[in-house]
């Protein structure tokens, strides 16, 4: 198998990023006023506030991405994992929540927030499995989240 490189944000990927991000939302649940507004202006709402963003590049396309928004100096929210029908099962969402999580924990983060919907059963266990547990419900911006996570670190 090729090797999986993961690249940070350049205006380059802007198109891949609303690319994947349309394609998982539609499919999965409803486009909302809040992801439009993320994905058609990245830059300025999570990379000029202290955010990341990230892409698993396999045979020279983009076909995974992630984000960490920052909430504050302590907190981030893990935003937009998306990865393309035509690539699930290479493991890239384990490989873009390591990275997404090592990051936070280089910023000195003291925890990851993230918000998702039951409905979502995948999705769920891979947070489960990085050690996400359910929290009750603040500040949730999307009609399609019904569960909120956080993940304390080191």
Avoid: C
């Amino acid at each position: 198998m090729e090797q999986v490189e993961i690249v940070f944000y350049e205006e380059k990927y802007l198109a891949d990023f609303k690319r994947l991000g349309y394609e998982w939302l539609e499919k999965y649940v409803t486009v909302e006023p809040e992801d439009v507004k993320i994905l058609n202006a990245p830059k300025e709402i999570i990379l000029d506030n202290g955010g990341f963003i990230f892409f698993a590049k396999y045979k020279q396309e983009i076909v995974g991405t992630v984000s960490l928004i920052r909430v504050d100096d302590h907190t981030f929210e893990l935003a937009k994992l998306a990865v393309t029908e035509k690539y699930k099962g290479l493991k890239l969402g384990n490989l873009l929540m390591e990275t997404a999580i090592q990051t936070a924990k280089k910023q000195q983060a003291e925890k990851i927030i993230l918000y998702t919907d039951h409905k979502l059963p995948t999705a769920l266990l891979l947070y489960k499995k990085f050690g996400f547990q359910e929290i009750p419900m603040v500040n949730n911006k999307y009609l399609d989240s019904d569960i909120m996570m956080s993940l304390q670190l080191d």
